[in-house]
Structures are given as structure tokens and as C-alpha cells.
């Protein structure tokens, strides 16, 4: 497949959201009002088709004929760091990983303009600088950011998912929208995410991944705050923003470490050339963990890691469709991806992998207790999808215990991220149904029994939560045994076994609570005797046929694409055709999936006993067990502990700020702004128009001034 | 004949003057005839005599471009760069100023008015092309007379009457201290040739001054001061810029700098012992009696200006100010190392700064020549509110205008004034560091009252609703400036390379 014939496709994929977003917003309002679905639909039906036909055909890319990759500009590696790396000792599989580059990696560049480029530093300051900074630091790389689109393997499967999930939530939310003044202003902020979500996968350097990162946090940003006039939701879109911005600045000091380091950033000389990694991390040991640090603070910005989980919750007071769409599916998993795709790094830093699945760890754990006690039905899943990315940046650490584990614990990640979008965009949806039906209740405590009511609904939520829990030959059941399976092979190696293995207890305990608190979720809305708010009317509506077949189809999705893509390798396979991953020897894990089986009924039976077999007793539990309930239906009170350390300092400073400013700074400038005004009115009355007057100044002028020029020869 | 040959060789150098003055003749010697007893003319004898003013200035152009630059002359004039750089400023100006006065003039004046300011811009143009002391005065003086009857003839009220008076006056008194100025350098010289000067100093001991040569620089520089309005010399500004018209404030605000700063700069190389504006390092004593002027000026001129009512009186000390910007210019000259011609230089950012002023000056006093009438000329600020409501046009070029008074952004104003900052500042001195500095702080305080005449233009409702009167000329003539000052915020480098040939530092 020749690269002109791929071409088009690439550049259909962002094009189509973005002139969707365009024409919304431009004619939106005016002209298309309630028709203003029509451009997003098929927009992102076109990228849709674009994704599908890219994933098909991008294997058949002659990776020898990769020819549109543009050479990565002249390293600045001297020949003497390359000789060190070559000196010191590498694990072999990391050179193994190395050396497996270039062969059969199929990837598209196209290259569409340049963007930013700066001319390297003069030479006159190189000197100048000569004495502070350290000869192996120095730079004349200048920055060359050309705007390209890149698709490898990796990217070709984010495509597909983000397109595909984003047309089945556009098609659904057309009906949740339905009679919302802000239709036009939703499908544009869609278009424009899907654009910027698009590009951020497709991006090829750093500089403009950040661009597009920062592009999904606006439009997340507009969504979340979609209904601004209800304050809770502007809070929650500020407080989203805000929280990212603390990833962000990871973001961009890890960008800044990578430019002086190695002099681009773009990824094809960063991450393609596995040989400079090494001499750079020979050189310098810290360096690349820094620089992992930093990317994985990113990371967990968006991707909603503690400590900077706080967002995610409050960003369900976004439309639901949103929430499926960006908090669940899509923009979420963008940290997951920014570490999976970065794998060639972080599988030299060891301790930034360990950081990665100890945070996961904490994430998934913590996640997973706070979502037992909600009573919010969206709530739940918000917690449930912490916890997921949870489980996903778990298994991404795992080439800490052994590099050759690298592959497989990120085909495990992406693996868990790819089956995951379908199954909580799904589970999402349907407790948008649940909440068009109800009229916008969401407390679970309000309404029960819905399963007669809502028969559609009811099936697909079943399918989704199932999914979720892990049940045999369901998505989840596949990606989640993955996880558990590289964690247990990282605990049998290296010398890290304690860590990796306290961390598969972990892992399996909060399966254990995926279960049962999924199930909780299910039998509190769905069985028990039926009652409604009454918010709803009389009669609860089912959702309508554009609601009803969106949840359909990721159903079915949910089904089978586990089963699909799983054991048959085809996943890995393609993943393994990514830049810096090796393929691998996959084989079943009977004793993991024995495990997950067995996790999987525990807790779907345990949320049975309590919900509906024995109903009073979870009342009880919770007064026997006060404190941990407290805890856990407060969050741990996360939001708080974080508001006293971090937020009530931070307005102290400001106020002080805020003292100085107005009383010194203000002072300053108005006694200041005052001196001339004072001054003028004095000096007026030289000005009195009498001629002799002038005359006589002008000869005192003149004589002061001989004076003076007397004096100073 | 070798007397005749001379005459007409310094005759071919002045070309693009002699067509300006032999058209001030016809339109003296004619002008009366066609004006009968009582004063009544034919109607629209003005947009004749303002064709034949823009006729000779296209051929005076035309010629100014076609004529060859000299070098080395000993003859009384020279045509170097510099002359060629000055000439191009007088007949732009006077090209801006005609549209001006074109629909500002009576028809029974109109010959005198259009007279006068050819004559003013021959003149302009001598005080560049001259090579001896005595050219550059009688330039000086082909300024000053046919100034004093064009701001006689602008308006015959008794504000205005007062006014020329007032600057009648002073105006000879300042022309008495550069005649004496002059003697004294004629003292110590003994010769009036620039050439010989520049010998008979370059002869002295380096870093020798003569005492009577500092005494007889004060003085002159005291005199032309007057035409740079900088303080203590620029009391009649604020009154003769409100009291005349504004055509004739227009020229005032701008003419007699390009004068003042050109004889300035013919002048005092000479007197520091250099041989050319190139080789110039001002003597201690001039540093310091520019950098005293500079300060003095430009803050006084700013603070005078935050509290006028009027504004014209507050465009007036604008005017102050940006003579004390210029003098910045002087102060920090250096001589000319021979490396990089864009290297700011205290000559060149002056001589660049200098057209920068006169498009934006000359184009916010066409905005109030076209927004008044003959009944009502605007006056104070009040005039002004609402200009944005009901003249949008005008009020816009008024306001690009301003913005390059003030220095900012996208205007050559601003250009202007960083050349200047980067010229004082790359001198490595505490006195020009200082004057940067007080440069830099200057334009902040301008900017207060800059700023707030946009304001009241753009958000105050309209105070006084004049009827309009069709001024299609002097608007002209404003949006001409204002296009051009934003042009030369894009462009900048073919005016700078001009102004650093000027000055000397390339060869043109």
C-alpha cells in the first residue's frame, strides 16, 4: 500500500471533525439549530470509515517503503557519548528491543506545513554561556516543529476506537440533546474534540501533542461547564481545568528535558532511535527518569491519577453523553497513551515505572472503595473509570521487574484502555437513559426496579457492567486477565517481586470490588420494587430509537471484542507493530483467568446477596462499620485534605498578593501618576502670555545654560 | 567667465528650489491682479493656486530625484546625502501641508498662503544644501519670514492676530542669538566656509575647546532652540499653536524642527572638530548642554501637556515633548565605528525619528483642520468627544495618529522612539542610560494623555454637534499619514537605510 494512497485518509480523519466544528459553530445557532447534528454525524462517520480502512491497511504498508517518514533532523549526538553508551552495560532485552526497530513498523507521515521553527542559538552565545552550563547540555539544536500527521499502529487503533465510540455518542446524544438551547454549541464542542483528539493521537512531536492535549482539555473544559449557568457545573469545569494544569506543567518540563537533551522533539528522534536513548541515559543515569517523571505527571493529569483524581467525579456534571464521550472513553486514556507510546523511555527508568504501577495501584484501590458507598449512579461509574485508568497505568509499570515484560505489559494497558472505552461509553449511556427517563434523578436511592420499565436499557447496563466485573468471555474478562497476568509474571521476576507482588493483591482485591460494586450499582437501579422520582411523570419513558441503537451496538461490542481481538492475538499483533514494542509470545493464563472467574462471581455474587436477596443488610453494615463507610462515602475526603494543603496556602499567597498589590503597588503608581498633575499646576503660571515674559525666560535660558557649559569646561 | 560658470553650476544644484521659488514669484507677482479692490475673488481661485502649489512640487520632486549627488564641493552648496534626505522631508511635508491648506485658505489669500509655504520649504532645503554659515542662516531666515505671514493670513481674528505677534517677536529675537551665535564661531574661525571651519578646529589640539568657541555654540544653539521649541526657548508654542490655524500649526509643529535639527547637525560636527555628521562624538560640553535640553524638555512638555483643556495647546506641548525626544538623538550621537550600518546610532535613530513625527504630527492636525469648520474651528478637547460617532473615519485616523505620537504599536511612532531608547542605550554611559531611561519613562506619562484623547473620542457621547463641512483635502492628507505610519511599522528598513546614509554611515 503505497503512501499516496494513504495519504487522504490521514488527512480526512482530523479534517472532518474540524470543518464540522466549523460549520456548527459558525451556522449553528442560526441556520441549523436542531439540524446541527447532521455535520457531526457525518463528519465523524467519514473519520469513522477513514480509521477503519487505515487500520486495515496500514499493515500492508511496505515498512521498508515507510518513505514518507521525514529523516530526523541532525542528531547532536558526538561520537564520543555513543562510544561511552556502547562501554556500559545495557540488559540485552533492552538491546534486543533495540535492534527490533525499522523491521516491519508500518507508519504514514504526511507532512502538511511547517508550524514553528527556531533558528539554533548564535554561536556567540554558545561561548558566552561556555562557563555555566555543562559541556554536555549544550545545545545548537534549534526547534523545528513541522505540523505532520503520523499514524503507526498504536495511533491507528486509537483512531479507530475514538471515532467509532464518538459516532455512536453522537448518534445518542442527538436524542439526550434533544430540545437543549445549546444543541449547536454541543455537536461543535464534539466536532472540535474529536478533532483535537484526533490530532493529539496523530501528532509526531512532542510540542504539538501538548498542543492537542492541551486543545482536549478546553474542550473537555467547555463540556464539563456546558450547563454554566448551574454553578456546580462551572466549578467543576474550572476545577478540571485547574487540576490539569498541574499535569501540564509536568507535560512541558518533560518536553523542555527532552529538547536540551536530545535536541528535538519530535518522535521519530526521540523514541525511533533506541541507540541514543541509550547513550543519553548512559551519560546522564537521572535524566531520562526525570524526563519519565515528568511525562507521567502529565499523565496523570488527564488520566485522573491520585493525587489528581479530584477532577474526574465532578466532571459528570457535564451532559452524560459527555461523560461517556471524554471522561470515560476517550480523552481520559490519552495519559495511558502518552506512556504506552513513550514505552521506549520509560523502560529505561525503572523507578519511574515502579511510580507508575504504585500509583496505579493507589488510583485503583482507592477508586474502587470511594465507588462501594456512592449513591450517584454516575458517580459510580466516575469512580469505576478512576479505577480502570487505575488498573491500565498498573499494568504499564510492569517492565520494571524485566524489560523483556515491556510489550506485554503495554499491549496489557492498551489492551484494558481499548475494551474499556467500549464498555464505560456504554455503561455511561445507558445511565444517560436511565436519567432521560427519570428526569435527570440520578440518585439510586430515588428510584429501583427499572428493569420492567426500562427493558432496553436494562439488557445493555447488564452487558456493560458485566463487562466491567470481568465476567467470562465478556471484553473486560480479556483485557483485565491480561493485566493480572503480567503482574503476576512481573512478580516471579526480578527484584522487585514483593512490590509487583503486593500490587497483584491489590489488583485482585479491587477487581474483587469492580465486581461487586458494579453489581451494586445494577441491582439498586434495576431490581427491588419499582419506583420512580417524581421528577419522571407517571410514566417513564424507554429510550428513543437514536438512543436505543447506540446502546445496541456497544453492547454487542462489548460482547465480543474482547472475544474478538483478544485470544486470537489480534490486538497485540497489530499493537506489536508499533515503534519500540517487540512482539511477543502470547499464551493463555489459565491460573489468572481461574482467578478472575472465580473474583468475578465473589463479587457479583456478594453485591446479589446484599441488594437483593437481604436488603436491610447494607444498612446495618454501614452503621456497624461507621468510620469506613464515612470515609469512603466522603471520598477520603481527598478534596478536602487537598483544599487545606494545597489550595487554602495557595490563597493565603494570594491574598498577601492581593494586600501588596493594592496597597504598595497601587500606592506606588497612583502617588506617582499624581506627581506630574501636581507639578503642571505649579508650573502654569510661567505660562502667562505675556511676550516680554517669555522673552526674559528665554534670556535667562540662555544665560543659565552658558553658565553651566562655562562651568563644565 | 569663471565667475558665470560657477554661478551656474551652483545653480544646477538647486533645481528643486529654484522651480519652488520662481513658483513663489508668479504667485506673488500675479496673486493681487486677479483679487479685485474690495478683497472679492473669483470662487475656487484657491484649488488653482493649491494645483500650481502641488504642480511645482511634483517637478521640485522630480527634479530632487533625478539630481546627482555631490561630493566634496567647495562651492556654496553641496548635495550630499544629507541634503537629499532633508529635501525628501521638506517636500513630503510640503506635499501633506498643501492638501491641508488646500480647503483651509480663503480664495482672496490663497496665492500668498501657497506662496509662503513653498518659500518655507525652499528655505527648509537651503539650510541642508548650504556650505557656508551665511547659506545656512538665510535658509534659516526663508523659514522664519514667509512663516510669519502665513500665520497672519490663516485666520484674521484677533486670537490669531495676537499670536503671530507673539511669535513675530520672539522669532526675531531668536533669529538676533544664531546671527550672534554665528559671528562668534566667524570669531574664532575666521572663515564662514563649513569646509574651512571643519579644518581650522580639526587643527586644535584634540580635546581642546575653545572657550569662546563653547560661549558662541550656546548661543546659537539657544537660538535655534526656539525652532525646536525646547525649554526654556518654547514659550510661544502653546499660544501660537492655539491661536492660528490649524494648517499653520501643522507646519509650525514640524517644519522648523527639520530646520533647526538640520542646521544643528551642520553646525556642531564642525565645531567638535569633525569632518562630517558621521564622525561626530559630541563634545563634552555639547553632551551635556543636549542631555540637560533633552531631559528638561521632554518632561516638562509631557507634564504641561496632562493638563490642557485645549487641543491644540495640549497638541503643542506634544510638540515640546517630542523636540526633547529628538535632542536624545544628539545627545548619544557617536561617531561611526565603520561595522554594522543598522547599528542605532544617536544620528541616525534622530534623522529616522524626524519623518516618523512629521506624518503623525502633520496628520492629528489635518484630523482637526477637517473636523472643524470656518465658523467654529475645534478647539478644546470637549470639541472631540464623540468624534468616533460622528465622524468614524476621521476619528480612526485620528486615533492611528495618536498611537504613533504616543509610540506605540503598529505604528513607525514606535520604531521611532525604540531607535532612539537603543541609541542612548548602547552607549555605555550613565548619562545615556539615564536619558533612555527618562525616555522610556517620558512615554509612559504621554501615553496618560495620549490615550485619554482616544477615549474621548471612542466613549464619550458627543458634546458639541458641528455641522459638517466637506474638507476632503485636509482628510486626505490625514489618512495619507495614517496609512503611512502604519506602512513604516511593516516596512521600516528602506527609511532607516536613507537615514543612515543621511547621517553618513552607508554611501547611498
Known amino acids: 500500500m503505497s503512501q499516496e494512497l494513504l495519504a487522504p485518509l490521514l488527512w480526512l480523519i482530523p479534517a472532518a471533525p474540524l470543518l464540522s466544528a466549523v460549520i456548527t459553530a459558525l451556522l449553528g445557532p442560526k441556520l441549523l439549530k436542531y439540524r446541527s447534528h447532521i455535520p457531526c454525524w457525518s463528519a465523524l462517520a467519514v473519520s469513522f470509515a477513514a480509521s477503519l480502512a487505515l487500520l486495515v491497511l496500514l499493515p500492508q504498508q511496505n515498512s521498508g517503503a515507510a518513505s514518507g517518514l521525514i529523516p530526523p533532523p541532525d542528531l547532536v549526538a558526538s561520537p564520543e557519548s555513543e562510544s561511552d553508551a556502547a562501554a556500559t552495560d545495557i540488559p540485552a532485552s533492552v538491546s534486543a528491543l533495540a535492534a527490533a526497530t525499522a523491521a516491519d513498523k508500518p507508519e504514514v507521515v504526511v507532512y502538511i506545513g511547517e508550524w514553528l521553527s527556531l533558528e539554533p542559538a548564535p554561536e556567540k552565545a554558545i561561548v558566552d554561556a561556555a562557563d555555566t552550563i555543562p559541556e554536555k547540555n549544550r545545545q545548537r539544536a534549534g526547534m ?198 513513550c514505552t521506549p523511555l520509560f523502560v529505561l527508568a525503572p523507578q519511574a515505572q515502579l511510580l507508575v504501577t504504585g500509583t496505579g495501584a493507589i488510583t485503583a484501590a482507592i477508586a474502587a472503595l470511594i465507588a462501594l458507598t456512592q449513591t450517584d449512579l454516575k458517580r459510580v461509574l466516575a469512580y469505576s473509570t478512576v479505577s480502570q485508568l487505575g488498573f491500565m497505568f498498573m499494568a504499564l509499570g510492569c517492565g520494571a521487574a524485566d524489560p523483556g515484560l515491556a510489550t506485554m505489559a503495554v499491549t496489557a494497558g492498551m489492551f484494558h484502555l481499548f475494551t474499556h472505552a467500549f464498555f464505560k461509553a456504554l455503561l455511561f449511556l445507558a445511565a444517560g437513559s436511565v436519567m432521560h427517563a427519570m428526569g435527570d434523578v440520578i440518585d439510586m436511592r430515588r428510584f429501583s426496579g427499572l428493569r420492567r420499565a426500562l427493558p432496553i436499557t436494562h439488557w445493555t447496563f447488564l452487558v456493560g457492567a458485566a463487562a466491567l466485573a470481568g465476567v467470562p468471555l465478556l471484553a473486560g474478562f480479556w483485557s483485565k486477565d491480561e493485566i493480572l497476568a503480567v503482574l503476576m509474571a512481573a512478580s516471579r521476576t526480578g527484584e522487585h517481586r514483593l512490590f509487583f507482588g503486593s500490587v497483584l493483591v491489590v489488583a485482585s482485591l479491587t477487581a474483587l470490588l469492580t465486581a461487586f460494586y458494579t453489581f451494586r450499582a445494577y441491582f439498586m437501579t434495576f431490581w427491588g420494587p419499582e419506583k420512580f422520582p417524581e421528577e419522571a411523570g407517571h410514566h417513564p419513558h424507554e429510550a428513543t430509537p437514536i438512543m436505543a441503537w447506540p446502546l445496541r451496538i456497544l453492547a454487542v461490542a462489548a460482547l465480543l471484542i474482547g472475544l474478538a481481538v483478544g485470544p486470537t492475538h489480534l490486538f497485540s499483533n497489530t499493537l506489536a507493530r508499533t515503534t519500540g514494542l517487540t512482539p511477543f509470545e502470547a499464551h493463555f493464563h489459565l491460573d489468572v483467568m481461574a482467578l478472575s472467574v472465580f473474583i468475578a462471581s465473589a463479587g457479583i455474587g456478594m453485591a446479589w446477596m446484599l441488594y437483593v436477596v437481604m436488603p436491610k443488610v447494607p444498612g446495618k453494615m454501614a452503621v456497624v462499620l461507621k468510620p469506613f463507610y464515612v470515609i469512603s462515602q466522603g471520598k477520603f475526603y481527598l478534596d478536602e485534605i487537598l483544599y487545606v494543603l494545597v489550595v487554602l496556602p495557595l490563597r493565603g499567597i494570594a491574598f498577601l498578593s492581593t494586600l501588596f498589590d493594592r496597597l504598595v503597588i497601587d500606592g506606588l503608581i497612583d502617588s506617582l501618576g499624581t506627581v506630574p498633575r501636581v507639578l503642571g499646576d505649579r508650573i502654569r503660571s510661567l505660562q502667562g502670555g505675556v511676550v516680554t515674559a517669555y522673552a526674559g525666560l528665554m534670556w535667562v535660558g540662555l544665560v543659565v545654560l552658558v553658565v553651566i557649559c562655562l562651568g563644565i569646561s | ?320 515633548s517630542h523636540a526633547g525626544y529628538m535632542l536624545v538623538g544628539l545627545a548619544v550621537a557617536t561617531e561611526y565605528g565603520g561595522q554594522n550600518p543598522n547599528e542605532a546610532s544617536g544620528q541616525a535613530a534622530l534623522m529616522f525619528y524626524l519623518p516618523i513625527y512629521g506624518i503623525v504630527s502633520i496628520g492629528a492636525f489635518a484630523v482637526l483642520a477637517a473636523a472643524g469648520t470656518r465658523s467654529r474651528p475645534l478647539r478644546s478637547l470637549e470639541d472631540l468627544h464623540g468624534l468616533s460617532q460622528t465622524r468614524p473615519a476621521l476619528a480612526l485616523t485620528m486615533a492611528v495618529c495618536v498611537f504613533g505620537l504616543s509610540g506605540l504599536p503598529p505604528t513607525g511612532g514606535f520604531l521611532g522612539k525604540l531607535n532612539l531608547f537603543v541609541a542612548a542605550w548602547v552607549v555605555n554611559s550613565q548619562l545615556s542610560r539615564t536619558l533612555a531611561i527618562a525616555l522610556a519613562a517620558n512615554a509612559v506619562v504621554a501615553a496618560a494623555y495620549y490615550l485619554r484623547l482616544i477615549g474621548l473620542m471612542y466613549f464619550e457621547a458627543p458634546k458639541t454637534i458641528l455641522e459638517p463641512e466637506p474638507r476632503p483635502a485636509s482628510a486626505l492628507a490625514g489618512g495619507i499619514c495614517a496609512v503611512s505610519t502604519l506602512l513604516l511599522f511593516a516596512s521600516p528598513q528602506w527609511l532607516w537605510n536613507a537615514a543612515a546614509a543621511a547621517v553618513g554611515l552607508v554611501t547611498a
Open chain 1, 144 to 341: 523545528r516543529v513541522p505540523l505532520e500527521l503520523r499514524v503507526d499502529s498504536i495511533a491507528s487503533i486509537m483512531l479507530a476506537m475514538v471515532t467509532g465510540v464518538s459516532l455512536l455518542v453522537a448518534l445518542f446524544g442527538s436524542g439526550y440533546m434533544h430540545h437543549d438551547p445549546g444543541y449547536p454549541r454541543f455537536f461543535a464542542a464534539v466536532s472540535m474534540f474529536v478533532f483535537s483528539m484526533c490530532m493529539l493521537v496523530m501528532s509526531n512531536s512532542f510540542v504539538m501533542l501538548f498542543v492537542f492535549w492541551e486543545m482536549v482539555g478546553l474542550c473537555s473544559y467547555l463540556l464539563i461547564g456546558f450547563w454554566f449557568r448551574k454553578p456546580s457545573a462551572a466549578a467543576a469545569s474550572k476545577k478540571a481545568f485547574v487540576v490539569n494544569r498541574i499535569g501540564d506543567f509536568g507535560l512541558i518540563m518533560a518536553i523542555f528535558l527532552i529538547w536540551t537533551n536530545f535536541g528535538t522533539v519530535d518522535f521519530a528522534g526521540v523514541l525511533g532511535n533506541p541507540d541514543r536513548i541509550q547513550a543519553i541515559a548512559a551519560t546522564n543515569s537521572g535524566v531520562i527518569t526525570l524526563i519519565c517523571f515528568c511525562l507521567f505527571l502529565g499523565a496523570m493529569g488527564k488520566s485522573a491519577q491520585f493525587p489528581l483524581q479530584v477532577w474526574l467525579p465532578d466532571a459528570m456534571e457535564g451532559p452524560t453523553t459527555v461523560s461517556a464521550l471524554i471522561h470515560a472513553a476517550t480523552m481520559v486514556t490519552a495519559g495511558v497513551y502518552l506512556v504506552a507510546r
Open chain 2, 1 to 320: 567667465m569663471p565667475a558665470f560658470n560657477e554661478l551656474n553650476q551652483a545653480a544646477g544644484l538647486i533645481i528643486p528650489e529654484i522651480i519652488l521659488i520662481a513658483t513663489v514669484c508668479i504667485m506673488f507677482l500675479t496673486g493681487p491682479f486677479l483679487v479685485s479692490e474690495n478683497g472679492s475673488s473669483p470662487a475656487g481661485l484657491k484649488h488653482r493656486w493649491g494645483a500650481l502649489a502641488v504642480l511645482a512640487l511634483l517637478c521640485s520632486a522630480f527634479a530632487w530625484l533625478k539630481a546627482p549627488l555631490t561630493d566634496g564641493s567647495v562651492g556654496p552648496f553641496e548635495v550630499d546625502a544629507f541634503a537629499w534626505y532633508v529635501r525628501g522631508i521638506s517636500l513630503g511635508a510640503g506635499f501633506l501641508l498643501t492638501l491641508i491648506l488646500w480647503d483651509q485658505t480663503d480664495d482672496a489669500h490663497a496665492a500668498e498662503n501657497f506662496a509662503c509655504l513653498l518659500a518655507t520649504l525652499a528655505g527648509t532645503s537651503f539650510v541642508a544644501l548650504a556650505n557656508d554659515l551665511i547659506g545656512i542662516f538665510l535658509g534659516l531666515e526663508l523659514v522664519s519670514i514667509p512663516t510669519y505671514i502665513l500665520l497672519y493670513l490663516g485666520r484674521a481674528d484677533w486670537m490669531s492676530r495676537e499670536a503671530t505677534i507673539k511669535y513675530f517677536l520672539l522669532s526675531i529675537f531668536s533669529s538676533a542669538m544664531v546671527l550672534f551665535g554665528l559671528a562668534w564661531i566667524y570669531g574664532v574661525a575666521g572663515t564662514t566656509n563649513l569646509a574651512s571651519i571643519a579644518e581650522r578646529t580639526h587643527r586644535a589640539i584634540p580635546g581642546f575647546e575653545h572657550g569662546m568657541l563653547v560661549v558662541a555654540q550656546v548661543i546659537m544653539i539657544a537660538g535655534i532652540s526656539f525652532r525646536l521649541t525646547a525649554v526654556p526657548f518654547h514659550f510661544y508654542a502653546p499660544d501660537v499653536f492655539q491661536g492660528v490655524a490649524p494648517s499653520a500649526s501643522a507646519m509650525l509643529s514640524f517644519l522648523p524642527k527639520v530646520v533647526g535639527f538640520a542646521a544643528l547637525l551642520q553646525i556642531l560636527p564642525l565645531c567638535a572638530g569633525a569632518d562630517g555628521i558621521a564622525a561626530w562624538t559630541p563634545t563634552k560640553n555639547q553632551a551635556w548642554l543636549f542631555t540637560t535640553l533633552a531631559l528638561v524638555t521632554m518632561t516638562f512638555g509631557n507634564i504641561m501637556a496632562i493638563r490642557q483643556t485645549s487641543v491644540l495647546r495640549m497638541l503643542a506641548w506634544s510638540s515640546i
